[in-house]
């Protein structure tokens, strides 16, 4: 199976999809992984970006992840643009379109609904997955406020915090695969 992770530094931290194809193989599935990924960039810029396209459309992908921008998120109508044009490029393949919802920053718990909500209605939108991520990390701080699932930046995971995104994305996933 191949799996294509598209985003930002919240998707290549701590080499998150190496985590996830770690994951795949301990439950005896084989999977390769790509990375198209560019520091503080959205959806907005790999729909711009002619790599985006040529992979999706001939990468021969079981999966496709999706991430946006999450420090600021900035305005949903430039998410949703970078989204149509991405999905319009993901339906003419066989690929199963996953969004990879982010977490808020640590002293920005609030806005993850917001964040929540952008995600849930684009995946309503699209009739794809969405990998609820922000929503597992606030429950898993609230349950265990011992572990720092924050690198130093607070914004960004650490290597726990990877590893969350990563295993919410196979649970997400694992029912398709």
Not at 14 to 35: L, S, V
């Amino acid at each position: 199976m191949r799996t294509l992770f598209i985003g930002n530094s919240h998707t290549y931290y701590n080499d998150m999809p190496k985590m996830f194809k770690d994951i795949c193989q301990e439950n005896g599935i084989d999977m390769q992984i790509t990375m198209l990924t560019k520091g503080g960039m959205g959806l907005d810029y790999h729909a711009e970006n002619e790599q985006t396209r040529f992979n999706i459309l001939f990468g021969d992908y079981d999966f496709i992840v999706l991430q946006h921008v999450a420090h600021p998120m900035g305005e949903f109508s430039v998410m949703e643009d970078g989204a149509d044009r991405i999905m319009e490029w993901i339906r003419q393949t066989n690929a199963k379109a996953c969004f990879y919802m982010t977490w808020a920053e640590e002293y920005n718990e609030e806005f993850q609904p917001e964040m929540s909500r952008r995600y849930r209605k684009l995946a309503e939108k699209y009739g794809c997955l969405v990998a609820p991520v922000g929503e597992k990390w606030w429950e898993y701080i609230h349950a265990n406020p011992d572990v720092d699932l924050y690198f130093t930046d607070r914004r960004h995971a650490s290597a726990k915090g990877s590893m969350l995104a990563a295993k919410t994305i196979f649970e997400t996933l694992k029912s398709e695969m």
